[in-house]
């Protein structure tokens, strides 16, 4: 396939260096998921200026639990204060809220502010979908028992089950922060995604940078496998 005009449809980011921005200027981490949390903000603004119909975020991992838990708190606080404040942007601006992963088993006003967002923002034409208390892994165990139990195990049915199921195929995956890996984020979806890894710390990350992005992966010949 040429990637001549290709654009991104469903574009994921793995926002990492939060710890590492507010590390060198000496600030406690919480301030990091604060500037972290300003540039989601302003990407998400951004998106009325791209072709991107889907932003997936990785937020918070299963794994995330394991971190000291003042910061958990932290970010379960930001986590608050993030959907009250911007779910009226997000609905002025027909941005559509989708969850991947274990959200029910947030604490259980978070859980109901998110049924909340989703179904105010149900009808929005562009997705942001947010990964929260997501492992990719848990992901695909558990999208494979439930196409066993309706049946034959194949592709097709596997992916039905996946909580990207209703979000556009993956195009491109990027990485902030340097580090090169996808700690359990949409092993099954990055398949044939393009991925940019940069060493960017995901505070500074800009819309100008995340437009470079999508001009970098329509420079890019997409062959899935084939020649």
Not at 29 to 57: F, I, N, P, W, Y
Not at 102 to 122: R, S
Not at 160 to 182: K, M
């Amino acid at each position: 396939m040429s990637a001549e005009g290709q654009q991104a449809r469903h574009v994921a980011i793995i926002m990492d260096g939060n710890g590492r921005w507010a590390k060198r200027r000496h600030l406690p981490r919480v301030m990091g998921h604060r500037k972290g949390v300003e540039a989601v903000r302003e990407l998400v603004r951004s998106l009325k200026d791209t072709q991107v119909e889907c932003l997936t975020l990785y937020a918070f991992s299963s794994e995330n639990w394991k971190r000291p838990e003042d910061e958990v708190d932290d970010l379960m606080d930001l986590m608050r204060k993030f959907i009250k404040s911007d779910l009226p942007e997000f609905i002025a601006n027909d941005v559509k809220l989708h969850i991947l992963g274990d959200w029910q088993a947030l604490a259980p006003d978070i859980v109901a502010m998110l049924e909340d967002a989703l179904e105010q923002t149900g009808k929005g034409s562009r997705t942001l979908a947010v990964a929260l208390n997501y492992g990719a892994q848990a992901e695909i165990v558990s999208a494979a028992r439930k196409a066993a139990a309706g049946g034959e195990i194949t592709e097709e049915s596997l992916a039905e089950h996946l909580y990207t199921a209703p979000l556009p195929p993956l195009d491109l995956l990027i990485r902030t922060s340097g580090e090169v890996r996808l700690s359990n984020f949409l092993l099954w979806q990055a398949a044939y995604a393009e991925m940019i890894f940069t060493d960017v710390l995901w505070p500074d990350f800009t819309p100008d940078l995340f437009k470079q992005a999508l001009a970098d992966f329509g420079d890019r010949e997409r062959r899935f496998g084939g020649r």
